[in-house]
T-cell receptor, first 112, second 113 residues
């Protein structure tokens, strides 16, 4: 079974803090994705990576950055957290040439 | 830009009835259309998908239909059961090599016993 894990299920941070969300997959997948999920807006793509050290902006990259130093790990960074970044963050991975994206359990982030 | 509209946002049916969720996409180059189910507190999971060279696909009680001319696709669940209660997301993709998906807004399905 594909396993995608995220470093935290719940996180509370202060405005202005630097926040790191980590995602790890154990299936040697090339492609990894970060989404945020908000009620009524569905899942929106923040960034994705199609290989190590490669990254591409998604639909809402503002205020976020990413890092992919190793194939199994994809980190989402909030350089200076703001209250409008309070959300559920979902990571996903996919094997190159495969169709299915496998999601992690999500991190619910609250920025105060 | 690319956009996927999903309706309805909420749907309530009696157990045993059918449920239909509809999505419309904007980019005619889209060629892959998955559906994900997210149970409360859990991660989204793929339940069925369809490629643009196929008009319909079935898997037991669920089916997806695609109308490329009208740029819309639908999820059909027959003989609904309480365990079908969840949020359903449709998505569309045209960039097969990167797997980038554009998701709809989601539909909360409630199946009443």
């Amino acid at each position: 079974d594909v396993k995608v894990t995220q470093s935290s299920r719940y996180l509370v941070k202060r405005t202005g803090e630097k926040v790191f969300l980590e995602c790890v997959q154990d299936m040697d997948h090339e492609n990894m994705f970060w989404y945020r999920q908000d009620p009524g807006l569905g899942l929106r793509l923040i960034y994705f990576s199609y290989d190590v050290k490669m990254k591409e902006k998604g639909d809402i990259p503002e205020g976020y950055s990413v890092s992919r130093e190793k194939k199994e790990r994809f980190s989402l960074i909030l350089e200076s957290a703001s209250t409008n970044q309070t959300s559920m963050y979902l990571c996903a991975s996919r094997g190159q040439g495969k169709e299915t994206q496998y999601f992690g359990p999500g991190t619910r982030l609250l920025v105060l | 830009g690319e956009n996927v509209e999903q309706h309805p946002s909420t749907l309530s049916v009696q157990e045993g009835d059918s449920a239909v969720i509809k999505c419309t996409y904007s980019d005619s180059a889209s060629n892959y259309f998955p559906w994900y189910k997210q149970e409360l507190g859990k991660r989204p999971q793929l339940i069925i998908d369809i490629r643009s060279n196929v008009g319909e696909k079935k898997d037991q009680r669920i089916a997806v239909t695609l109308n490329k001319t009208a740029k819309h696709f639908s999820l059909h669940i027959t003989e609904t059961q309480p365990e079908d209660s969840a949020v359903y997301f449709c998505a569309a993709s045209k960039r097969w090599n990167t797997g980038k998906l554009i998701f709809g807004q989601g539909t909360t399905l409630q199946v009443k016993p």
